[in-house]
């Protein structure tokens, strides 16, 4: 389990094609407080450690993963959003995020407010996922609070710190982006649709 709280950013290094599968090999400033079979979240995907080294390490993409995630559009290069699985004494700073993304979606607009950045997504309600007004949403592993909610989208405010240690610094209009909708809501969307 994960709350949402970016730990670090990691680099792409390189990509290995298997099969259908990916490799990613990242570097990254806990690569070496890493071990193989942990899980890590990039982007807001979970994936498991399966080779570390003083500087870097790897984790594979199965197709499904590839499918319904962002992480095939990754290049060398790029930078993602790195968590580890929150400890059992850890604190829970942000909300309950699985690593499972749900959907992707698209940024369509970033407005810079002079000490916050709003930024505007839209995704294909089709899939039958919903954001609530001042529910949690997280983007690419990050969490934070929906407003402006409507049927096909919402926004997100961005605080200078957030900005700057995730790759929100990066987004622009048209990036697609992973989308994990609040658990508790998929829940009682869930039992409330056994009503119907």
């Given at each position: 389990?994960?709350?949402?709280?970016?730990?670090?950013?990691?680099?792409?290094?390189?990509?290995?094609?298997?099969?259908?599968?990916?490799?990613?090999?990242?570097?990254?400033?806990?690569?070496?407080?890493?071990?193989?079979?942990?899980?890590?979240?990039?982007?807001?995907?979970?994936?498991?450690?399966?080779?570390?080294?003083?500087?870097?390490?790897?984790?594979?993409?199965?197709?499904?993963?590839?499918?319904?995630?962002?992480?095939?559009?990754?290049?060398?290069?790029?930078?993602?959003?790195?968590?580890?699985?929150?400890?059992?004494?850890?604190?829970?700073?942000?909300?309950?995020?699985?690593?499972?993304?749900?959907?992707?979606?698209?940024?369509?607009?970033?407005?810079?407010?002079?000490?916050?950045w709003l930024y505007d997504f839209e995704y294909d309600p089709a899939v039958g996922n919903i954001t609530v007004e001042k529910?949690?949403?997280?983007?690419?592993?990050?969490?934070?609070?929906?407003?402006?909610?409507?049927?096909?989208?919402?926004?997100?405010?961005?605080?200078?710190?957030?900005?700057?240690?995730?790759?929100?610094?990066?987004?622009?209009?048209?990036?697609?982006?992973?989308?994990?909708?609040?658990?508790?809501?998929?829940?009682?969307?869930?039992?409330?649709?056994?009503?119907?």
């Amino acid at each position: 389990m994960f709350t949402g709280i970016v730990e670090t950013t990691g680099r792409v290094v390189a990509i290995d094609a298997e099969g259908t599968n990916l490799t990613f090999h990242i570097e990254a400033p806990i690569a070496h407080e890493l071990t193989i079979d942990q899980s890590v979240s990039h982007n807001g995907v979970c994936l498991t450690v399966t080779a570390v080294s003083d500087h870097d390490y790897s984790v594979t993409a199965v197709d499904e993963t590839l499918k319904k995630t962002n992480l095939g559009q990754l290049a060398v290069g790029n930078i993602v959003n790195l968590e580890r699985c929150m400890p059992a004494t850890g604190r829970f700073d942000g909300h309950i995020v699985q690593g499972h993304v749900d959907q992707t979606g698209t940024c369509v607009a970033v407005q810079d407010l002079n000490g916050s950045w709003l930024y505007d997504f839209e995704y294909d309600p089709a899939v039958g996922n919903i954001t609530v007004e001042k529910g949690s949403i997280c983007i690419n592993g990050v969490s934070l609070t929906v407003f402006d909610s409507h049927d096909t989208g919402f926004r997100v405010t961005i605080i200078p710190y957030t900005y700057e240690h995730t790759t929100f610094r990066n987004l622009q209009p048209g990036d697609v982006v992973n989308l994990e909708f609040d658990v508790v809501g998929k829940y009682i969307k869930k039992m409330l649709a056994a009503y119907k």
